[in-house]
Nanobody, 125 residues
Framework: QVQLVESGGGLVQAGGSLRLSCAAS????????MGWFRQAPGKEREFVAA????????PSADSVKGRFTISRDNAKNTVYLQMNSLKPEDTAVYYC??????????????????WGQGTQVTVSS
C-alpha cells in the first residue's frame, strides 16, 4: 500500500511560481507511473502532467504546457511539479497519484491506484 503526501501549495500572485512535492512511502516510486491532477471549485478533476517510471516521458495538459514541469527523484521517492507563470485559473486542489498500469492511459483517473490528500494552490490576480 503506497501512501502519497503532497506539500508545497499555498497562495501566490499571478505570474509567480510554486513547486509541489509528493512524497511516497510504503512502496518503491520507480515502479509506478506518477501523475498530477487538479480540481478547481465546481469542476471535475483534470489531468495536469504525468511521468513514466524512468522520467523520460513527461506529457502535460495543453493548459499547462510550457509552464508546468513534472519531475521525479526515484532515489528520494518523491515527485515534483514545478509551476511557473501561474494564472488565476490554475487555482485548484492539486493531487498526485501513482499507477501500477503500463505506460499508456496516464491522463485517465482510472489508471491510478493510489492518491494523495491534495494540496491547495491559490493564484491571486
Amino acid at each position: 500500500q503506497v501512501q502519497l503526501v503532497e506539500s508545497g501549495g499555498g497562495l501566490v500572485q499571478a505570474g509567480g511560481s510554486l513547486r509541489l512535492s509528493c512524497a511516497a512511502s510504503g512502496g518503491t516510486l520507480s515502479t509506478y507511473v506518477m501523475g498530477w491532477f487538479r480540481q478547481a471549485p465546481g469542476k471535475e478533476r483534470e489531468f495536469v502532467a504525468a511521468s513514466s517510471r524512468s522520467g523520460s516521458n513527461t506529457p502535460s495538459a495543453d493548459s499547462v504546457k510550457g509552464r508546468f514541469t513534472i519531475s521525479r527523484d526515484n532515489a528520494k521517492n518523491t515527485v515534483y511539479l514545478q509551476m511557473n507563470s501561474l494564472k488565476p485559473e490554475d487555482t485548484a486542489v492539486y493531487y498526485c497519484a501513482a499507477s501500477r498500469a503500463p505506460w499508456g492511459p496516464f491522463i485517465r483517473e482510472y489508471a491510478y491506484n493510489y492518491w494523495g490528500q491534495g494540496t491547495q494552490v491559490t493564484v491571486s490576480s
